[in-house]
């Protein structure tokens, strides 16, 4: 039994590799290679999820990373992944509620104020948006840099809030 765990355990880290190096059908040709992957769900799923998000395939990404966020709710990498999937399935109200869960329990990272302020934005709520913006940028200030070229506020970038925000983050 010892010897097909760590073979498995090769197979999966091995795919990993592949996913590193930006080769998501391999990744995903190694992960086929076992119908059941039962002694570790949670790291077959999350590589799975990221293949398919790499190949585009959101769709099948959002099932296998819900499988993975399943056995651990509080990785911060499953939100972003599940948030980026949901948003460019037209589920953006799934993409909202995902990061603010992640935000609930990971409210020091940046990244994920930053991403929750997109979805916002797309969702043409400015408040949220510039909220969790100005939290982005008082966590990590350089982030002020990505603002111009995200063309995720575009829906709000002409709003005074906005603006207000920009201009106050400049000084």
């Known amino acids: 039994m010892a010897v097909t765990t760590d073979r498995n355990w090769r ?30 769900p ?40 599940l948030g980026w999937c949901y948003k460019r399935t037209n589920r953006l109200a799934q993409a909202i509620d995902a990061l603010t869960r992640a935000v609930i ?23 949220h948006a510039v909220e969790n913006l100005q939290k982005a940028l008082k966590l990590a200030p350089q982030m002020i840099f990505m603002v111009p070229s995200e063309t995720d506020f575009d829906p709000i970038r002409h709003d005074p809030v906005f603006q207000a925000l920009m201009c106050l983050e400049a000084l």
């Open 42 to 81: 949670f790291e077959s799923n999350l590589l799975a999820g990221l293949a398919y998000r790499e190949l585009k395939d959101y769709q099948t990404a959002i099932q296998h990373l819900e499988k993975a966020n399943r056995f651990k709710p509080d990785e911060m990498d499953i939100s972003l992944a």
């Open 11 to 40: 197979r999966l880290a091995e795919a990993e590799g592949y996913l590193t190096l930006g080769m998501a059908e391999k990744c995903l040709t190694i992960l086929r290679t076992r119908v059941n992957w039962q002694s570790m």
């Open 105 to 127: 329990r990971n409210k020091s990272e940046p990244l994920l104020h930053y991403n929750l302020a997109c979805y916002w934005s797309l969702a043409g709520n400015v408040a």
